[in-house]
């Protein structure tokens, strides 16, 4: 099984950046990262999804190393409707069997 | 479009009733898929469908059943409900996924409370 590692909670004030790290030691070779937005009350929603180096949207950018061993989730100039939960997930196998597994999450808390 | 959509939002059991939660989706998804959030944890999948007809078993099918008898819809039974089944729970769907995870599009979520 791919698990994944985050910190439990982090703080930031509006228009700063904020880089949440995930650690995924057991990736497997076909696996791709993909990050996940929950806000309270509310299914999770998607936000960006790698494989390797560097993705960009408009909401997010992730950077994934050589290794991908670990991934970091970048917002940039973050405001107070981005405090939420934020996932970072593996795939646990591929095709039919294939499913996510969510962890706990990291609660991001934007301050004014 | 509708999305993915879930019924009913909320429901109060008594332990031991049973009772079945909806999920629908209008995107023709091939996947479907049951989570449980407990307060402040991640979700946890509890069954899933890789297409109509069939269904296997997640990270905590206990005390569970589903079923996937039309490709739009997915039911999750309970049973014989008991209290630390008091959660929120939350149906997704996805298109059929290959080695690149395909997104999984969530609904509202539905509370429930086992008294």
């Known amino acids: 099984l791919a698990k994944t590692t985050q910190p439990i909670s982090m703080d930031s004030y509006e228009g700063q950046e904020v880089n949440i790290t995930c650690s995924h030691n057991n990736i497997a070779t076909n696996d791709y990262i993909t990050w996940y937005q929950q806000f309270p009350s509310q299914g999770p929603r998607f936000i960006i999804q790698?494989?390797?180096t560097k993705v960009t949207n408009e909401v997010a950018s992730l950077f994934i190393p050589a290794d991908r061993k670990s991934s970091t989730l970048s917002l940039p100039r973050v405001s107070l409707s981005d405090t939420a939960v934020y996932y970072c997930?593996?795939?646990?196998?591929?095709?039919?069997?294939?499913?996510?597994?969510f962890g706990s999450g990291t609660r991001l808390l934007v301050r004014p | 479009n509708a999305g993915v959509t879930q019924t009913p939002k909320f429901r109060v059991l008594k332990t031991g009733q049973s009772m079945t939660l909806l999920c629908a989706q209008d995107?023709?998804?091939?996947?479907m898929y049951w989570y449980r959030q407990d307060p402040g944890m991640g979700l946890r999948l509890i069954h899933y469908s890789v297409g109509e007809g069939t269904t296997a078993k997640g990270e905590v099918p206990d005390g569970y059943n589903v079923s996937r008898l039309k490709k739009q819809n997915f039911l999750l039974g309970l049973e014989s409900a008991a209290p630390s089944q008091t959660s929120v729970y939350f149906c997704?769907?996805?298109?059929?996924?290959?080695?690149?995870?395909?997104?999984?599009?969530f609904g509202p979520g539905t509370r429930l409370l086992v008294l």
């Open positions: 995107m023709n998804h091939e996947y």
């Open positions: 790698g494989y390797k």
């Open positions: 997930l593996v795939g646990d196998g591929k095709g039919s069997s294939y499913k996510l597994i």
């Open positions: 997704a769907s996805s298109r059929a996924g290959t080695s690149k995870q395909e997104t999984q599009y």
